[in-house]
């Protein structure tokens, strides 16, 4: 019998997929019976109280956590985010519910070992519950209390060799596709990259000094699994030199049908014959692709990258062979004005070991954000407020065509006079009396 | 609200044991504190981080942000957390009675 009556809760499981309402039931049974005999550490009632709670949010529409809350751990400023209830005396079992978030493992690869290890110290300290993974890629542990904090800090770290992630104004969890562990499109070791990048910037991290959050997201390629153009503040997302590899035998098999396009994705319904000029030639959004009937033509030049030709016969047309990575900055969801995409900051950069390119760029844009970035100031609104040409000042790059957002259709770039050779003269008081303000 | 009682003096405290009310603070409150924020010993260095904490909240009436505090004391970021091993915000804000900072998580 459940402790709370939820209809309204109960409806959300009605709906054709998985329901976190089920999870969290079935996560409050399984407590209740409690078949391993764990000597829980906090209420075993935490997940009955907490589908209580939502549900009296739905009934009143608001929610019941108070705003806020300061709790941590001892040498770390982030990581755990406090969560407590407001009405403690009806849900005792969550009246602290705080967050541990855990840095997940470059892209996510776990054994069943480590996930059970992980479990049972959650079982034992706290509510159960997981949400695998939040939005940023951490490992995010659901509802505890603030005694077991320290507990669970050792465990992870002693028995799991698992750190915090971050949280507040520091460093965020850095998080990476796959990469070149299994997939044939990546133009670097996103892995690494993430790991190395994670271990070297542990301070930054774990104690927050920085003016708000600041992430880091690796794609070993434009398709971007991670999504770091639009997730993350210093978007870094594979890319290639050299041209596109065309294998002419393998495109005329795909033509005859041989292989299926996009690996077959696209199985569950007859999409007919495969028609490489309507879907592929013709589906290129520069246009820099010709099919003659017998020989795939690319302009290089011309090709944005945007991976759809690979994509859809992978067998047949490759990544080029000089890889490296585009870095982009100062994507973040809305806040003052709205969605924001990276912007491109430096269009190549080989990726190798041990990144120190990579890394001057990252340390020279944190120099500025903390000296210029006012409080909850994102690096992307730093650099809108201040321009991209100041960006561009303080990470030492030049400015160049790759910049310009479209620079067939908008060419202008603000040049500084001692930036043109020979310069330029400019007698604004002479122009002001040919031309009204 | 939950209250303490320490050498005499009563403070009203939220959940995470920040004063509710900045005029509550005295230096018993500091030395009830400090335990439970892993510090054996007050030195000048606490002193004076408590000090510019208390100052600026005065004058702004919002905590100021990590980096000015460590400019204005002198002391590198992991020197702060040496000296409050539970950060600038949970540490020494609490210590210097300061209002819980609503931390972005
Ligand atoms: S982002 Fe590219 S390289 Fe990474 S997993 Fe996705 S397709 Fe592969
Ligand atoms: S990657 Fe995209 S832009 Fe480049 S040739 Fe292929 S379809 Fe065209």
């Known amino acids: 019998m459940a402790k709370h009556q939820t209809p309204l809760l109960d409806q959300l499981e009605t709906g054709p997929w998985p329901s976190f309402v089920s999870d969290i039931k079935q996560e409050a049974a399984h407590r209740a019976a409690n078949p391993d005999g764990v000597d829980y550490q906090i209420p075993v009632d935490c997940p009955s109280d907490l589908l209580g709670v939502l549900e009296l949010s739905f009934k009143d529409k608001e929610t019941h956590w108070k705003h806020g809350g300061i709790v941590g751990v001892f040498g770390y400023g982030g990581g755990v985010i406090g969560r407590y209830c407001d009405q403690p005396e009806m849900f005792p079992g969550v009246a602290h519910f705080h967050t541990v978030r855990l840095a997940q493992p470059s892209g996510k690869y776990y054994t069943a070992d480590y996930l059970r290890g992980i479990m049972d110290i959650w079982d034992l300290r706290g509510s159960g519950l997981t949400n695998m993974h939040g939005s940023t890629g951490d490992i995010v542990l659901l509802g505890t209390t603030t005694p077991q904090l320290e507990e669970i800090f050792f465990d992870v770290t002693h028995k799991m060799n698992t750190d915090l992630g971050g949280s507040g104004g520091n460093l965020r969890t850095p998080a990476d596709c796959l990469g070149q562990s299994r997939c044939e499109f990546a133009c670097y070791d996103t892995q690494d990259l993430c790991h190395t990048l994670t271990n070297d910037y542990q301070d930054e991290l774990h104690r927050p000094a920085f003016p708000y959050k600041f992430k880091f997201k690796f794609d070993g390629c434009p398709n971007g699994c991670v999504a770091s153009i639009a997730r993350s503040d210093f978007s870094v997302i594979g ?13 005329k098999a795909y033509v005859a049908g041989e292989f ?73 969801a809305p806040i003052l004005d709205g969605a924001q995409m990276s912007s491109l900051l430096v269009p190549f950069v080989v990726v190798e070991k041990p990144y120190d390119e990579i890394k001057e760029v990252i340390e ?18 730093t650099m809108k407020r201040l321009s991209f040409q100041k960006l561009l000042e303080v990470t030492n790059i030049k400015a160049m065509p ?18 043109v050779p020979g310069g330029f003269e400019h007698d604004e008081a002479a122009y002001r009396q040919r031309h009204m303000r | 609200m939950a209250t303490v009682e320490y050498k005499g003096k009563t403070f009203e405290v939220d959940e995470d044991g ?88």
């Open chain 1, 402 to 419: 790759q910049h310009v957002k479209e620079p067939r259709s908008n060419p202008y770039i603000f040049f500084k006079e001692e930036e």
């Open chain 1, 260 to 332: 299926k396009p996009g690996g077959g994705s696209h199985a569950g319904r007859d999409w007919g014959k495969f028609d490489i000029v309507k879907e592929v030639v013709d589906r290129c959004p520069t246009g820099c692709m010709s099919y003659d009937g017998a020989k795939l033509s690319i302009d290089n030049a011309n090709c944005t990258r945007c991976m759809h030709c690979i994509n859809t016969m992978p067998a047949a047309v490759k990544i080029g062979e000089e890889t490296g990575a585009s870095i982009l900055l100062g994507a973040k």
């Open chain 1, 364 to 381: 020279n844009i944190w120099d500025w954000w903390m000296e210029e970035g006012k409080n909850r100031e994102r690096v992307g609104e």
């Open chain 2, 18 to 105: 920040f004063l509710q009310k900045f005029e509550d603070w005295t230096l018993e409150w500091v030395d009830y504190v400090k335990d439970s924020e892993g510090i054996k010993e007050l030195t000048p260095e606490h002193n004076k981080v408590i000090e510019f904490l208390q100052d600026y909240y005065k004058k702004n009436g919002i905590a100021p942000m990590v980096r000015i505090l460590s400019k204005v004391t002198g002391f590198k970021l992991k020197h702060i957390y040496e000296l409050f091993p539970s950060g600038p915000g949970k540490g020494a804000c609490k210590m210097a009675g300061l209002p819980k900072p609503t931390g972005c998580v």
């Open chain 1, 239 to 251: 890319t290639w030199k050299s041209d596109i590899r065309i294998d002419q035998d393998r495109v």
